[in-house]
């Protein structure tokens, strides 16, 4: 199974002890969510991994290498490193040593007999907070946390992190670029939404602490944390809790929590390039990670300096509504049992109700004169046909750049200071069909606050061709003279973290932090009406206005 003159990281092994060998086996459980204290082995020794998975680290050069069930790892000699283990389920190696008389060190990372013993050797597990917990812990809890690290999200291909949230069984209806492209109340956003109770119920943390909302809440009332603002070139892991929380981080928590975990320690330099394009030449996606840190004790084994830096830059092509067949057309070609729903489209040249009569008068399609036989009395004149959509996206044109800074100061093993610094521009430009002018009710049109109507002194109102003139309010008008709309909204993100970590006696940490975060969106929307101005133009007795906006 193994046969090797060197250790995992490389290094040669050097000669052997002198004197009387003695043999030593040791049977280790990790638990997840748990690192072992950093340790050394005085002598040549080998793991094996039984069930789980393990991940292994150096700590003077901060290398790291994966353990998967049924493998070996030669371990370095005299040289610090530490077992990890952050994914669900237990890990157990099985630990062979041979030395002259000697108690390898590795012993002390069991629990010992004399508890005291642990404390003076350093043996005892390092704690980690889990997502779900404010009090740090060791190993599994009550609560129902998974674990997905970069491993599992670059194996399966994904390419952000709401590919990854949007694939989870557990989350329903998440708000997504491909599920709310072009005009939308949060334009360029994506959130989970953990059992489907909405996104404003899901909490969504960075390295635990609070992320800023994204600026354009989800109809105008659910705010969220939008994941295109966390480059994926940032992320370490991410932790999910998949019960109510609202305990432990409040009422925004009652669906879940989604803890996303930034890069912590790196040594070296990672460039990773991703190229697709559909068998239809659109959805064109490029993606691009540059991630480099550097490690290094400073005066003492227990001093350390670590600064970790990341880029990211993703962009994707548009595609269009007309390009996919199940976005429109004859749907009973697939199957009788299947046919086309007819769709009501507003009227193409327009629909007005009295608002004294209630009497509906409609613009004649091509009608080019004003002049009684270009309008009609009597229901709407909504046209029903088969949709197909002209000028619409399934997926708008993203653009996304941004990184991270990280840098942690360990002067002494229990004292830590940190700095993260987060930033993230995020671009998507949408188009889709102009969505006109509608109004169902008599109290007509209300946007921005303006009433649209026709007053009755108008000199293109139709109603005075059938009787006493009077103010009208539009029932639909289609704006397709307009041109479709065009929508480009801008978000920029700065989010960072200034802190300090003591380790006291007797397993108490205090951690102070200060964290500042702003998120800020521009909505564009082109070939749309202004309704203030239109309504302006209305009440104006002057031909050409009235002319010139419909």
């Given at each position: 199974m193994l046969q090797?003159?060197?250790?995992w990281d490389g290094t040669n092994y050097k000669s052997y002890s002198t004197g009387q060998p003695q043999l030593t086996v040791l049977r280790i459980k990790v638990p997840p969510n748990t690192a072992l204290h950093w340790h050394h082995h005085p002598v040549i020794s080998v793991g094996y991994v039984l069930p789980g998975e393990l991940k292994v680290e150096k700590r003077e050069t901060g290398e790291r290498t994966l353990v998967h069930a049924g493998q070996t790892l030669a371990e370095t000699v005299q040289t610090k490193e530490r077992y990890m283990k952050v994914k669900c389920g237990l890990t157990m190696v099985v630990q062979i040593l041979a030395a002259a008389f000697m108690l390898p060190a590795i012993?002390?990372?069991?629990?010992p007999a004399n508890?005291?013993?642990?404390?003076?050797?350093g043996g005892q597990l390092q704690q980690i907070t889990v997502t779900g917990y404010v009090i740090p812990r060791i190993g599994q809890g009550p609560q129902p946390v998974v674990t997905y690290d970069r491993d599992y999200v670059d194996k399966l291909g994904y390419q952000t992190a709401t590919d990854l949230i949007r694939a989870l069984p557990f989350n329903n209806a998440a708000l997504a670029p491909l599920t709310n492209s072009g005009i939308n109340s949060s334009p360029a956003s994506s959130a989970p939404n953990l059992r489907g109770l909405n996104v404003s119920s899901t909490l969504t943390l960075v390295d635990g602490h609070r992320f800023p909302d994204f600026p354009i809440p989800l109809g105008g009332t659910l705010s969220f944390v939008d994941l295109n603002s966390i480059p994926l070139a940032a992320i370490d892991r991410i932790e999910i809790l998949k019960d109510g929380a609202s305990a432990v981080y409040g009422d925004d928590a009652v669906a879940g929590v989604v803890n996303i975990i930034l890069k912590d320690e790196y040594n070296g330099a990672d460039i990773y390039n991703y190229y697709s394009v559909t068998d239809r030449g659109d959805a064109e996606t490029?993606?691009?990670q540059f991630t480099a840190g550097r490690s290094t004790k400073l005066w003492s084994d227990d001093s350390k300096l670590s600064i970790v830096t990341a880029f990211d830059y993703f962009s994707s092509s548009p595609i269009e509504s007309i390009d996919?067949?199940?976005?429109y057309g004859d749907k009973s070609k697939l199957a009788a049992k299947y046919p086309d729903t007819p769709t009501q489209f507003l009227p193409p040249a327009g629909s007005c109700l009295g608002q004294t009569t209630g009497t509906v008068y409609n613009v004649r399609e091509r009608a080019t004169a004003n002049v009684a036989s270009s309008f009609t009395t009597g229901a709407e004149n909504t046209v029903n046909q088969p949709f197909i959509p002209f000028n619409s996206q399934l997926v708008g044109r993203e653009e996304r750049y941004g990184g991270i800074v990280k840098v942690k100061f360990e002067p002494t093993n229990w004292l830590k200071f940190y700095d993260t610094l987060l930033v993230q521009r995020s671009e998507e430009n949408g188009v889709t069909p102009n969505q006109g002018l509608f109004s169902s009710s008599i109290a007509g049109d209300k946007v921005a606050g303006t009433q649209i109507f026709i007053p009755a002194n108008n000199p293109f109102n139709p109603s005075r061709f059938f009787g006493t003139p009077?103010?009208?309010t539009g029932r639909g008008q289609s704006f397709d003279e307009f041109g479709p709309l065009h929508?480009?909204?801008?978000?920029?993100?700065?989010?960072?973290?200034?802190?300090?970590t003591l380790q006291l006696p007797h397993s108490w940490v205090v951690d102070a932090s200060y964290t500042f975060g702003e998120s800020d969106s521009t909505q564009t929307l082109t070939n749309a009406?202004?309704?203030?101005?239109?309504?302006?133009a209305l009440e104006r007795t002057i031909a050409w206005a009235f002319r010139t906006i419909l």
């Open positions: 090797t003159t060197q250790s012993v002390l990372a069991q629990a508890p005291s013993a642990a404390t003076e050797t490029y993606h691009g996919r067949s199940y976005a009077e103010a009208l929508e480009t909204t801008i978000t920029r993100t700065i989010f960072n973290v200034v802190g300090a009406a202004l309704n203030d101005r239109l309504q302006l």
